[in-house]
Nanobody, 115 residues
Framework: QVQFVESGGGLVQPGGSLRLSCVASVRMFNIRNMGWYRQAPGKQRELVATIFSGEYTEYADSVKGRFTISRDNAKNTVYLQMDNLKPEDTAVYYC?????????WGQGTQVTVSS
């Protein structure tokens, strides 16, 4: 059964950093293209970062230069390093496949950026 478990969120001041982790219970994780998504209150869920099986990465313009996605295939884990956080980054963060399967959304992890 596919499952994604996100962790690492919290409350941080503007300009601060957080590192999110997502452990994936999925077969052949190493060939999966993975994404980090976020959903702010009253807004639709959006894709913020992608890492492909060959470790090529893509980012939304809003986070480019501040967020870094990476993966550890030995641990079935994908990470999101978030630096220079802004209040507009406040959201619940989720991981899923790059083409997300609605059945596999986890609980997410809350990130709040506030002074």
């Amino acid at each position: 059964q596919v499952q994604f478990v996100e962790s690492g969120g919290g409350l941080v001041q503007p300009g601060g950093s957080l590192r999110l982790s997502c452990v994936a219970s999925v077969r052949m994780f190493n060939i999966r293209n993975m994404g980090w998504y976020r959903q702010a209150p009253g807004k639709q869920r959006e894709l913020v970062a992608t890492i492909f099986s060959g470790e090529y990465t893509e980012y939304a313009d809003s986070v480019k230069g501040r967020f870094t996605i990476s993966r550890d295939n030995a641990k079935n884990t994908v990470y999101l390093q978030m630096d220079n956080l802004k209040p507009e980054d406040t959201a619940v963060y989720y991981c899923n496949f790059r083409i997300p399967d609605p059945a596999y959304w986890g609980q997410g992890t809350q990130v709040t950026v506030s002074s």
